[in-house]
């Protein structure tokens, strides 16, 4: 029986312009099993989990929760637990973390100032400090969301695990379970479809020497998933691997049709239009559904640098105008 990931897989369906969107990931350990709604439907005091929600709602952060991977009979869970923050936007990247005994303290934070990239309150209130360790490399496992997570997911944490990629974790849903095994890494926030072992190693060591891998890479969660597109479609072709050199800095219109302006740190900038699609033939969009759809998609349509005022018009250019590259899907399941 075929399952949603491997028909995605099949037919070939675009990453890019995928990836949950968040400016900070709050990331809380939580082991035993996970519900499909693991904040309300797991070990962790259902109560805390809903107030955690609501606190983080609307303000550029969201909560995930984390384990170690291997088996996770949990029948008395652990005395202190691990928390992570990052702040994902380019330039201001940071990846702290702290322990905790009650899983309630995290209510104290200033939810808005965490998601604006301040991690003072996150150091007062629970004690953070830097990580001084490697990447996270979160591989979504939440079984109960979509079987292909479990399938798929589950297997790659523990290859990674054993292998000695110290930073390893299994995390709830990060959305796109068609695409998985899917992967974030931390503090950057980029998010990956269709990950292997050797593939996520290479992602990591290349990340440690300053250096972003885009095959296989949804987008930066920092973004909404228009800007995602374009700015994986400004690296791809100037082929710029530093983490911070690339922001977006503004999108107008709305779907099915953006400019996004994407701006590189040494000044140079680009107009980018991306226009909303769809993955076609009609596919189940995930495995808890036997309905048919088409998964919108964004498609970058052109890709022009931007000439500043006064300079001449016949300076290198990225891309020509008019260039298209299709481009990934937009709606991974919420």
């Not at 652990?78 to 990846?95: D, I, K, N």
């Not at 309630?104 to 990580?131: I, N, Q, S, T, W």
């Not at 997570?149 to 990060?174: D, F, I």
Request: aromatic share 4%; proline share 7%.
């Amino acid at each position: 029986m075929s399952t949603c990931a491997t028909v995605s897989r099949a037919l070939d369906e675009p990453l890019s312009g995928t990836a949950a969107t968040a400016s900070t990931w709050l990331l809380l350990e939580q082991p035993g099993p996970w519900g499909a709604r693991a904040l309300t439907s797991s070990r962790l005091d259902p109560e805390v989990g809903r107030a955690l929600e609501a606190a983080a709602e609307g303000t550029g952060v969201r909560v995930a929760l984390i384990r170690r991977p291997g088996r996770h009979a949990d029948p008395g869970g652990p005395s202190e637990r691990r928390v992570y923050a990052a702040h994902t936007v380019p330039g201001r990247a940071w990846l702290h973390t702290a322990a905790t005994r009650d899983p309630a303290e995290l209510l104290a934070l200033d939810f808005r100032a965490l998601g604006a990239g301040d991690h003072h309150g996150f150091d007062a209130v629970l004690g953070g400090r830097p990580h001084p360790g490697d990447p996270l490399a979160l591989v979504c496992t939440n079984g109960k969301r979509d079987r292909c997570c479990a399938l798929l997911g589950r297997p790659l944490a523990a290859e990674l695990a054993a292998s000695g990629v110290e930073g390893a974790w299994e995390v709830t849903h990060l959305g796109g379970h068609r695409f998985s095994p899917t992967l974030l890494v931390l503090p950057h926030g980029y998010a990956y479809g269709r990950a292997e072992a050797h593939s996520v190693k290479e992602i990591l060591h290349s990340l440690q020497e300053g250096r972003i891998v885009t095959e296989g890479c949804r987008g930066r969660s920092a973004w909404e998933r228009p800007g995602q597109a374009a700015e994986l479609a400004v690296r791809t072709s100037l082929r710029e691997e530093a983490p911070d050199a690339l922001s977006v800095v503004r999108t107008e219109g709305g779907a099915p049709r953006w400019d996004v302006t994407v701006a590189h740190a040494d000044g140079r900038r680009w107009r980018v239009v991306v226009a909303q699609g769809a993955s076609l033939p009609p596919r189940e969009e995930s495995c808890g559904t036997s309905v048919l759809g088409a998964p919108a998609r964004m498609d970058v349509v052109s890709v022009r640098e931007l000439v500043p005022a006064g300079a001449t018009a016949g300076g290198p250019r990225a891309a020509a105008e008019g260039s298209r590259a299709a481009v990934g899907g937009s709606r991974a399941a919420a």
